[in-house]
């Protein structure tokens, strides 16, 4: 369930460099069994796997309240058009096979070469931020650190399965044998049990059923991390960061940009993370209502952008701008204008403007007044 190199250690993949210098896939069909078998407990608003000779492996100090909004489903793939942090950043999907920025490793989409498109193109998982990185730990062992917020699907690839959750995980390996580590990172501490082997994880999904997107406002993620100015280079315009190199990272509610361990003889930590994220342009559009009466055709939403129109469809009706009102929340109320519509039709594209951005959704059926 992660697209990035760091990531794979968990899953015990065995991991060779490419010539793009990414890292080589194996054991797709592994990767997609573990996320089955993830989220086939998102029942729990907290999945916790601890450490089973042990009782202390457990998140110590929580970050609530880290994102606190979601934008309109986008009707193009079922998935929010953004979430937003409480600094005011919004993030989006990044859904580009052929963009570096996106994260997505080979294999990630059926067919690279074709744009991505929902659902027979498009990847089991993508991300509306990752975070990782790890620590090198004496004696040739590894603590791994994951923080995110993930689109993915409660079973395969359709529509009503789309599930997006929070989630923080800490994997250890070859640690010292029998102790009790604390880990730190931006988002709050943990604690974790290690067994004789010096192995020990911890992992908290914060997820609701599919097709609700308001539970992962829940998760201990947030505000989303971004690259630190402060250090060059800068994050690349429009984005987080880079996930192709590890930089220095700000964000933290707690003013802690780092990951560090201590216990058991330990005291390491690192400020170098692999970060991506795609900050929205896009705003998203809600339907409300659309009403059929006669040769016409009334339609109303909200959306922010502030440019909207009903996409026509050729022979049913042409496509119409809308009239504008606006609301004490600031959000744009549009409904529009009379649409002559010569044969009957069931839905209705709804498209919104907003620095060059497209978002769609309709509605499931069109009411009758009559």
Aim: charge should be neutral; include cysteine; aromatic fraction near 8%.
């Amino acid at each position: 369930m992660h697209s990035d190199r760091t990531f794979w250690f968990l899953l015990g993949v065995d991991m060779k460099s490419t010539h793009s210098g990414r890292p080589a896939r194996r054991a797709v069909a592994g990767r997609y069994m573990q996320r089955k078998i993830a989220l086939a407990a998102i029942g729990l608003l907290a999945l916790t796997t601890v450490a089973p000779a042990q009782a202390s492996t457990e998140v110590t100090v929580k970050n609530p309240g880290g994102i606190v909004s979601v934008g309109p489903v986008n009707a193009d793939f079922g998935f929010p058009s953004w979430y937003q942090d409480r600094a005011g950043t919004r993030v989006e999907l990044c859904l580009d096979a052929q963009n570096p920025l996106c994260g997505l490793l080979p294999g990630d989409v059926p067919n690279e070469d074709l744009p991505i498109s929902f659902p027979d193109n498009f990847p089991e998982e993508a991300f509306y931020m990752l975070a990782s990185t790890k620590l090198d730990l004496p004696g040739g062992g590894r603590a791994v650190l994951v923080l995110g917020v993930e689109a993915a699907f409660a079973n395969q690839v359709q529509a009503g399965d789309q599930v997006v959750f929070g989630r923080q995980r800490v994997t250890v390996r070859g640690a010292t044998p029998n102790a009790t580590l604390t880990f730190r990172h931006p988002y709050g501490t943990l604690t974790i049990d290690t067994d004789a082997a010096g192995d020990g994880k911890l992992v908290e999904d914060i997820s609701p059923a599919a097709g609700n997107f308001t539970t992962a406002l829940k998760s201990n993620i947030g505000p989303f991390l971004r690259w630190d100015p402060a250090t060059a280079p800068a994050a690349p315009s429009g984005y987080l960061g880079d996930p192709g190199q590890e930089h220095t990272v700000t964000g933290s509610p707690f003013g802690y940009n780092k990951f560090s361990v201590s216990g058991g003889g330990l005291n390491q930590s690192t400020n170098l993370f692999s970060l991506q994220g795609k900050i929205s342009t896009n705003t998203g559009v809600e339907t409300q209502r659309a009403l059929l009466a006669s040769d016409m055709i009334d339609v109303f939403a909200s959306s922010e952008g502030t440019q909207l129109q009903v996409e026509g469809q050729e022979g049913k009706f042409k496509t119409t701008r809308w009239k504008q009102t606006l609301d004490p929340s600031g959000f744009t109320h549009a409904s529009s204008s009379p649409v002559p519509r010569p044969h009957k039709s069931r839905s209705a594209t709804l498209e919104t403007n907003r620095s060059a951005a497209r978002s769609s959704t309709f509605p499931s059926h069109m009411e009758s007044p009559c």
